[in-house]
């Protein structure tokens, strides 16, 4: 048995973040599944928002017009008093993490630089080249590592331990030495990421399974607004591999093969630089009415930067076109960048308010596992980033306080029943089996990609819906090939996969249920927003039957009345 | 259609806890469709043929550092290497060398991670925050550009000829990593910092033959930082001396 005042699970950003809040003052432990900076905080390319008002066209910029940019983005779904928090923080953050290191790209007077991007009135994204991902999180991680924060890199949480609406810890499997180790916490916080990799394609790591949410829920803890799923715009073809908003913010234009810069039609005003829910369904419906090109790996839009000339691409672009050249030999400078939209971002996530408190009485979240919610029913790119680092901090402070009244001693008792269990369970998983996880696990993203996809309608919602129940059914006889639990990643994807089910469950459910188009989520069978039945978030809980149980929940409005979005 | 090809793959595979067996190359025949990378080869192998091979890989786009390997001899991210990019139908794969092995592709980088820990990898300021940015110029920023590229996935460490026959020293990326706060206009750090590698385990055991700027996958060359930090200490012992001659006048 392991102590701890506070375990943070998660190693990206939200956890580092929320990890240096506090290991000042508290005995802090932080579970990683990969070693911190392997997390898919890296992968973030474009930039983080925050009204620094820096560039030359962004002086009248402000945090209120960061906030309404941000709750139009959502479609109006967003919490608006806890946008206002995020935007306000956004300008404290960027500076804390410039004042830590961080490596900014730079104006010529010295400033943070600025870009454009889609969904905001001002160039308001802060970014270091395209890697503004790997520059926070190095800078964080340094910052763990100069504060001593105790860190379990390769651990990976099985379960998380909840009993009488209090949360004990998790039991953890130890990768290196395949050891079950219970971990007794007061506070569990979770920074645990999103769900990407229940689809078939995604811009996600690998490791971005949701399992983190799944485990949440499976312990009793509600998650909102599931439904909500980003597709982004601009995935490289074949690997789906991010390529980043900037690409667009920096000018680059979208074009069909009639050699048409089809956005001036749908999005006169913002073209390009529309949220990412328009841009996505946008190319879509180009390439379903026949307007995209042949490729042995699908049809694709081209993503056009040559004018951009190569001075330009090499400073601001410089990791885009080397996974160019890399991945696909195409050199960005010469010919267009064959994209396709794919999922992205899980905007829903455990149910949480603004300080990051669940229900559940010592269980916290932030970042892409937890939906506050602050993106609604689409999130603005660049505001991923800020999310992280936001939540992390405010979570830091939300849980110091509590601390302060008194968080009830965690019990021993609990972590020992879960910790037998997981081992029976995994007992069951090592023994041999007729279903293979990989299989079932593409199974399920098929699924996902095909019924649940950018274009929705009641009939392929309730296909996807009826087919899970079937591919729980199938897991129940999942087998992993060799029993020995150290670097076992087979095992860890079995493990993984029983939260995976109960992810995509209640993305479909939510999905069918919502019989709107709100941001990202789009019916063709009720093809407009409907602000009268559906302007409330959606709540899952397990049912008895182990289904979802849905339930609605007031969204919070301030000062922004919904009004129709037009870019 | 597609045209697929055969290949064959032989990977080193061994495990830590049954010492017994001792490393062997196991072979897989694989049909693969062109522009597949050795990691999706490397997955599909674990997800349709062998589910037991250990390798760790993220986010399969060479940004996070997980994937580090000998690929037909040379060091790379398995993510970020063509099959088709050898003149050959087989493609030989074994771990990161200079690193014990826990199992198969996965190595043990502890001694890796505690070299950067060792040389203070953040930055140090002594006067007081500003209220807004730290002002740093354009150029001021480029100067540490190609250091901060650094994904620490320690092919460099795998590549070094150094560490083949001295386990305790620093390695290449913990000195890139120092160089690129020595050289950031922000940082503040004393000049004793630099005591931390000045010595026959730091950067003065380095053989200065580039193979980590050879191996690195997103062209950051520790070999300039090693040179940058000899040089800063060299400097710094000369004001030494030269302060010292003045006190003695």
């Known amino acids: 048995m392991i102590d701890h005042d506070i375990l943070i699970v998660g190693g990206g950003l939200t956890g580092l973040r929320a990890a240096v809040g506090l290991c000042d003052r508290f005995n802090v432990g932080l579970i990683s599944k990969v070693y911190p900076v392997r997390s898919h905080s890296i992968c973030a390319q474009g930039g983080i928002n925050a009204a620094l008002t820096n560039n030359p066209d962004a002086r009248d910029d402000s945090w209120e017009k960061h906030t309404f940019d941000t709750i139009k983005g959502s479609d109006f779904l967003a919490d608006q008093d806890a946008v206002e928090i995020m935007c306000k923080e956004a300008i404290k953050i960027v500076y804390e993490m410039e004042h830590w290191g961080c490596p900014f790209s730079r104006f010529p007077d010295g400033t943070i630089a600025q870009r454009p991007f889609g969904g905001a009135a001002y160039p308001r994204t802060c970014y270091s080249s395209d890697i503004t991902g790997h520059v926070l999180l190095n800078t964080l991680y340094e910052r763990a590592v100069a504060k001593g924060v105790k860190i379990y890199p390769e651990w990976f949480v099985t379960s998380l331990c909840v009993e009488d609406g209090q949360c004990h810890g998790v039991v953890a499997l130890d990768m290196h030495s395949g050891e079950l180790v219970p971990v007794r916490a007061g506070v569990t916080f979770f920074g645990t990421g999103g769900y990407g990799r229940v689809y078939q394609h995604s811009t996600n790591s690998l490791t971005s399974t949701g399992s983190g949410i799944g485990m949440a829920y499976k312990a009793g803890v509600p998650l909102k607004d599931m439904e909500f799923v980003q597709f982004h715009p601009t995935t490289l073809i074949g690997t789906n591999i991010l390529m980043t908003e900037a690409c667009r913010g920096e000018g680059g234009y979208l074009v069909n093969n009639q050699g048409e810069r089809f956005m001036k039609r749908y999005a006169p005003t913002a073209k390009e630089l529309a949220p990412r829910d328009i841009v996505s369904r946008c190319i879509q419906t180009e390439i379903n009415e026949g307007r995209g090109f042949d490729h042995p790996l699908g049809r694709y839009i081209q993503l056009d930067l040559r004018h951009l000339g190569e001075k330009k691409i090499q400073e601001r672009l410089t990791g885009i076109r080397k996974i160019c050249i890399d991945f696909i030999g195409i050199d960005p400078v010469d010919e267009p960048i064959p994209i396709m939209p794919c999922q992205h971002y899980s905007m829903g996530g455990i149910d949480v308010n603004e300080r990051c408190a669940s229900e559940v009485r010592g269980f916290y979240a932030g970042g892409e596992c937890a939906c506050v919610s602050v993106h609604g029913a689409n999130r603005l790119g660049g505001n991923s980033l800020l999310e992280t680092i936001v939540f992390g901090k405010l979570a830091a402070q939300a849980i110091s306080e509590d601390m302060e009244g008194g968080i009830p001693k965690p019990d021993e008792k609990p972590l020992l029943k879960l910790k037998d269990e997981v081992e029976k369970k995994i007992l069951r998983l090592t023994a041999p089996g007729r279903e293979k996880p990989y299989q079932l696990q593409a199974d399920l993203g098929v699924v996902m990609d095909q019924k649940v996809g950018i274009f929705r309608t009641r009939e392929q919602l309730k296909q996807a819906v009826d087919k899970l129940p079937e591919l729980k059914e199938r897991y129940r006889h999942v087998g992993v090939s060799s029993p020995s639990r150290h670097m076992n990643y087979e095992l860890i994807n079995a493990l993984e996969l029983e939260y995976m089910l109960e992810v995509a469950h209640t993305i479909a459910l939510g999905a069918m249920l919502r019989e709107e188009s709100r941001g990202s989520h789009f019916r063709t069978d009720f093809n407009t927003r409907n602000d009268r039945d559906w302007l409330k978030h959606t709540i899952a809980r397990m049912g008895d039957d182990g289904g979802p149980a849905m339930s609605y929940k007031d969204v919070v409005i301030t000062r922004y009345q919904p009004v129709e979005r037009k870019y | ?249």
């Open chain 2, 1 to 249: 259609m597609i045209k697929e090809s055969a290949y064959t793959f032989k990977i080193l595979r061994y495990d830590a806890k049954e010492p017994e067996r001792r490393p062997r190359f196991c072979t897989y025949r694989i049909r693969v469709i062109p522009g597949l990378t050795v990691l999706a080869v490397l997955l599909r192998i674990r997800d349709e043929i062998d589910g037991t091979l250990s390798f760790r890989c993220s986010c399969r786009s060479a940004v996070c550092g997980s994937c580090a390997m000998v690929i037909n001899g040379k060091l790379d991210l398995a993510c970020r290497t063509q099959v088709a990019g050898f003149n050959t139908d087989t493609i030989i794969l074994e771990p990161l060398p200079n690193f014990e092995v826990i199992r198969d592709l996965v190595v043990d980088m502890t001694p890796f991670w505690q070299m950067y820990d060792k040389i203070q990898p953040y930055l140090i300021r002594r006067s007081h925050a500003p209220e807004k940015e730290i002002p740093q110029s354009e150029g001021e920023r480029r100067q540490i550009d190609q250091f901060v590229n650094c994904i620490l996935c320690a092919c460099c460490w795998g590549a070094c000829p150094v560490l083949a026959r001295e386990p305790g020293y620093l390695g290449p990326a913990a000195a890139a990593k120092l160089e690129r706060f020595v050289l950031d206009s922000r940082d503040e750090r004393p000049a004793s910092a630099l005591s931390l590698v000045n010595d026959e385990k730091g950067v003065w055991a380095c053989d200065t033959v580039f193979r980590c700027i050879d191996a690195c996958p997103k062209d950051v060359r520790p070999t300039d930082a090693i040179v940058g930090l000899r040089k800063a200490m060299v400097k710094q012992s000369f004001k030494k001396i030269l302060g010292k001659a003045k006190d003695e006048t």
